[in-house]
T-cell receptor, first 109, second 113 residues
Framework: GEDVEQSLFLSVREGDSSVINCTYT??????LYWYKQEPGAGLQLLTY?????DMKQDQRLTVLLNKKDKHLSLRIADTQTGDSAIYFC?????????FGRGTSLIVHP | KAGVTQTPRYLIKTRGQQVTLSCSPI?????VSWYQQTPGQGLQFLFE???????NKGNFPGRFSGRQFSNSRSEMNVSTLELGDSALYLC????????????FGQGTRLTVV
């Protein structure tokens, strides 16, 4: 089955850019998502990209997809303390995606 | 527009008991998916219901079951609870099963003692 890997932690200073990385194994994956989970809350869909795209930008968020290396990244520009959360990468070729373990983003003032 | 509502938010049960969790999707959404989130295993898919039928199923034992009613509300049931069932159970709803339209509830925190 699909395997999705993410690093567990990322620490950045407020105002810097954050880059969260994700690798996956199934090259036939067609939908790739980024979710955010704040403490005590469910998952919030941040953005998604189709496999026929290389990049998608949405305000402070930039998603980059390298299909050859099966690598997905989420860049958050001008990171704020309110961005502190767990970020999940999810990859799917059919309806139900496979989630990574999540990356805890810690933003220092 | 009300979001996805999961009840109860917190639950403490004893080993061997059974539990029922409820999920009310966003009005008009017909697909409801359930996930188990634990620190060790991350987010794992349990099952998905669409128009009262189970359409997809994850790799969980038969102690985990679910159903969906005609108003799209869904319940999941866990029988013969084990300590390892302690987790955050998340429900997501969508118009169909396109995850780009999926919205998650806040989850039910189940603790088995």
């Amino acid at each position: 089955g699909e395997d999705v890997e993410q690093s567990l932690f990322l620490s950045v200073r407020e105002g810097d850019s954050s880059v969260i990385n994700c690798t996956y194994t199934d090259s036939s994956s067609t939908y790739l998502y980024w979710y955010k989970q704040e403490p005590g809350a469910g998952l919030q869909l941040l953005t998604y990209i189709f496999s026929n795209m290389d990049m998608k930008q949405d305000q402070r968020l930039t998603v980059l997809l390298n299909k050859k290396d099966k690598h997905l990244s989420l860049r958050i520009a001008d990171t704020q303390t309110g961005d502190s959360a767990i970020y999940f990468c999810a990859v799917g070729g059919s309806y139900i995606p496979t989630f990574g373990r999540g990356t805890s983003l810690i933003v220092h003032p | 527009k009300a979001g996805v509502t999961q009840t109860p938010r917190y639950l403490i049960k004893t080993r061997g008991q059974q539990v029922t969790l409820s999920c009310s999707p966003i009005s008009g959404h017909r697909s409801v998916s359930w996930y188990q989130q634990t620190p060790g295993q991350g987010l794992q898919f349990l099952f998905e219901y669409f128009s009262e039928t189970q359409r997809n199923k994850g790799n969980f034992p038969g102690r985990f079951s679910g159903r969906q009613f005609s108003n799209s509300r869904s319940e999941m049931n866990v029988s013969t609870l084990e300590l390892g069932d302690s987790a955050l159970y998340l429900c997501a709803s969508s118009l169909d099963t396109g995850m780009d339209e999926a919205f998650f509830g806040q989850g039910t925190r189940l603790t088995v003692v």
